[in-house]
């Protein structure tokens, strides 16, 4: 029987209410255009965070928009117009960087907020303009062709020949400023192979060659290593941890053959609180506040393409059987930090 053309198995505007509850933390989705940013190769990212007014009974400020600006090498009118197209995207066949299926810049954006902006410019070429607005989407209109625009001059004050702006705006996320330090925190630990003047990589700590500067609100973003063997939080103490033993773990999947390197990271025994003859880390104010040595530093940090993707108890994993029962104990605060790197 032949089959006539029927109907889209995607309403637009009702999909776009869906995609908007996929769960992006606020810090998830800024990693969103930092991938982008650190895949066009730029060397500053700026983030300015811009707040509202607060309302009656309200203790801390909402986020009104999230301005992002980058020197990398800029977009064309063909790829500016893709950026924000859901699925497409420049990176599909690429074996290797942090971003290949062209989804996270608009999902991260309208999990925030309603309207997307964005500004680039290529070396050679002038700035161009286009947006996602989903209250202009439900009336039927989609993604404007990209036109010639400028930029707000004081972004561009940060750029010089090339670069990117991405603006949020239209935002109605429940972030507020008191999120923002932690927001910090989260990002500096998940570039922090990107941002630090060491890195650990092929199981040996060397000089970042390339190290990207990213500021939020004009200040720079700090590295955090939970394995301690690049950055140390406590900025009156130098010491590092102990490279331990890294050594590559072949993989075989079903014929598709790959591998990961596991490296192990020793604390200095100075940090250790022993007063109590239980010989844990982590337990003294010094470790938790200035070290910043705290429950969501135990486990595995698993790494790819230099980001990491995941750090803490793997679930379901226990280490020490207690009885015949119980697969055994959780992580404890003993535990020492092991990195993964794929």
Known sequence: MEMKT?????????????????????????????????????????ILINYKDKELMQKQRRIKSIIFIDDGRGMTSDILLKFLIIGEGTKKELKSGIGKFGVG?????????????????????????????????????????????????????????????????????????????????????????????KKLEGGRVDDNEKIIRLRMNGENVAPYDPLYLTYNPKSDESDLAELGESKIVPINSDGIKSEMRITFSYLPESWWDDEDKMYKPGQNTENKVDRKISIENQGISIVRAGKEMAFGEIPHLKLLKKDNEDGGSSFKAADRFTGVEV
Do not use: C
Request: glycine share 8%; proline share 4%; no cysteine.
């Open 105 to 197: 810049a608009t999902f991260a954006g309208i999990s925030q907020g309603k309207l997307i902006s964005v500004y680039s410019k290529t070396k050679t070429g002038n700035w161009m303009y286009t947006q996602l607005d989903l209250d202009l989407l439900k009336k039927g209109e989609g993604i404007p062709i990209p036109v010639e625009k400028n930029p707000p001059d004081n972004y561009i004050e940060k750029l010089d020949e090339q670069g990117t702006i991405v603006i949020w705006d239209k935002i109605d996320s429940s972030t507020t400023e008191k999120d923002l330090e932690s927001i910090k925190h989260n990002i500096g630990r998940i570039y922090r192979k990107f941002i630090s003047i």
């Open 6 to 46: 029927g109907l889209s198995p995607i309403s637009a505007g009702s999909a776009i209410d869906s995609f908007r509850d996929m769960g992006f933390k606020t810090d998830s989705a800024i990693g969103e255009i930092i991938d982008n940013s650190i895949e066009a190769d730029a060397r500053n990212i700026d």
